[in-house]
């Protein structure tokens, strides 16, 4: 016997629109695709009289939450009410009433996903969050499904679009990063208060949950080192087009003999890398994992149409399960213990600008003082400065530590000849 | 209670050989998935008794088809043996026993996907071919998945790595296609006998899949426009870096108003998209969807271990469906009718490189007859040839049809100031 399934959605913004919209026009596919149709049975809303762009029956609009978590109709909830400690309240109330739950909520997920995955599983329900990182890219699941036969080892992701705009604008137009913010506030990539997108927040969210997916392992935000780009210098972005790297604000997560690392870093990383041609508001996740080596997924990492593709499918998802009988099969089931990676053994590249006093063997005490750390040169730029009494240095170093890197800082600094280091950055991705 | 489950290959070779290892490496990543373990019940080979990397019990060998496809133990059947009839027979005999068959075979799928999967679903069986466009890249399975809620516009994919080795080696390093892919040989990137692949054949075949899938639409290998690289001049390849366009051999397939194309051919991209980054022996696919707009998913497309990480995939899959009862819905259901794109409604910018005679009043005389076919020039060079008694003429037109292409090419071959057309390609990507 042919049934409609109805669910309910908390919250009627952008992407709750777009998933209304969806569902209105894609009625047969669903149909095709689950021999059921769907339909949405109540919303709830802050302003049942609000005028919409959506054609909704105002019938279906509630402002009592009840009316969505504890309505025996409802099978799924698409959270996309936003915000941390309501939403925590809605989800768990929602689970023990065995509702399965949708959400984009990535700032809910990373802070409190493994308690809300126990209250999913212990109720039996499902729940997903593919639209939480990378809108509409299907990288959770496709992470997910290839873990079954592989090992990932590292996953750097561009998964802000906001910084990756202003970032495109400061290389390609040589724009301040002040201008470059303007414009992106101007055309809507950047909001009024942009301090979650630029100083890494919002992507140190993403990569928790990336990492904890990548690694089964139980990730915090606390363990990401985050470092945005409201300090970024233009200078840097084109001494790094002399040394073709290009600067991106790079969510990295590594394991190495079972210890792991995340951060959210700007970092250079080779031109040629598939990184360096993600440009303005676009994301990427490049992943390398032992069996299937390399991998990049690429797409518009917001958006209202986009990430409710990704909340459908997490829907269409769910409600397979249940006519199957097996929800609460989680994505991730933590296996390993978490140990995170002590500095002596995050192992990378790194630039370097500093200001030396131009003077006879200045540089050779420099590149001695690295030297005696086994700290080798792969590139080197010196241009003269303030009429040549300092001279501007850059260099990339081959492969070492952060601890050992950040010794040699430390003596760089005690160097009569040295007067500023000016700034420093991550290279990756084999420069 | 734990059950063991079987698994049969049909072929033994670097693909095969992968599936084994990685069914030994991940045996507790699978039982965790699945709540059962595999095994390798029997593969079919030519010679027992050959040398092999991997460690496997001779017991499980045999030369005979049937101790795999006619065998109680074995559900699902991994059919890597390659070629097109012998593989083709061997599956409607496993189909006629009730095995569910994974399949990396392109060739076979292109030719006879259709039949196969009718048999397949007339028996209740998957037949699931992941692994046979793009290597470990999971592409079907996002595409299938994304289109329960979404309509693909267009696929546009670098599906073959020989190819895309040998043009980045002619662009990067000036090298003649003959010189490149004589290298490409050298390295393994290429086949002693190179056809299939530098004209266009292999990726023809990825696309017809990719086509079906995408447009749920029975297109066949004939209806595939197909054009290799084996003639491409360098000098075409120089021009395009003149005009910031790349040179890519792409598989194309396009839906408007219900027509479908598809073609593989040389196509120049501008420099600053995403398919133009993806270098060396690397395949891509881009895709356009109503919903999620652009995607893109990159990785290494052929490959012993990345097509054997594709092909476990779909073995859990399969499993997890048989677990569940649900055997037996195949990834295409085709449910347009065919209809392709008639020349006049294939609309594209188009490259095009001339010799015309350096006479007064010659580049006029060439622009007015494409003025009078509304066809405008977006870029053009022209650099003088022969001690100045030729000019090689180059534009990039402004979007326009194919038929109206080609109506004005044999238009200016009657032009007495034309020498020669030497060439012209389409320009995809919103150059």
Known sequence: MEKEISIGLLGLGVVG???????????????????????VGKVLVRDIEKVRDIKIDKNVLTTNPDDVINNDDIDVIVEVIGGIEEAREHMLKAFAAKKHIVTANK????????????????????????????????????????????RI????GIVNGTTNYILTKMDEDGQ?????????????????????????LDAARKMVIL?????????ELDDVEVEG????????????????????????????????????QPTFLPISHPLSSVKNE?????????????????????????????????????????????????????????????????????YLRLHVKDEIGAFASISELFNQRSISFERILQTPKNNGSLAEVVVVTHLTSLSNFQEALEQLDELSVVKEVKSYFRVEGDA
Do not use: W
């Open 282 to 350: 676009y994301n990427a996740v490049y992943v390398n994992a032992d069996a299937v080596g390399e991998t990049m997924f690429y797409g518009a990492g917001a958006g209202g149409l986009p990430t409710a593709t990704a909340i459908m499918s997490d829907v269409v998802e769910t409600i397979k399960n249940m006519l199957l009988g097996v929800n609460g099969n989680q994505l991730i089931k933590p296996s390993f213990t978490k140990e995170l990676t002590p500095p002596e053994n995050k192992i990378s590249q790194f």
């Open 211 to 219: 990492a904890r997916l990548s690694f089964l392992t139980d990730v």
């Open 229 to 264: 780009i409201s300090n970024l210098s233009i200078a840097d972005l084109e001494y790094g087009k002399k040394l073709d790297l290009t600067m991106k604000l790079i969510g990295f997560a590594n394991r190495r003999n079972n210890q792991v690392e995340v951060s959210v």
């Open 107 to 150: 700032d809910l997920i990373a802070l409190h996903g493994p308690e809300l995955e126990k209250a999913a599983q212990e109720n039996g329900c499902d729940l997903f969050y593919e639209a939480s990182v990378g809108g509409g890219i299907p990288l959770l699941r496709s992470l997910s499904a290839g873990l079954v036969s592989d």
């Open 176 to 200: 301040s990063y002040e201008d470059a913010l303007a414009d992106a506030q101007a055309l809507g990539f950047a909001e009024a208060n942009p301090t979650a997108d630029v100083e890494g």
């Open 17 to 39: 629109s777009g998933v209304i919209q969806i569902i209105n026009d894609h009625q047969e596919e669903l149909q095709h695709q689950l021999g059921h149709t769907i339909k």
């Open 153 to 156: 080892n590292q996953v750097m």
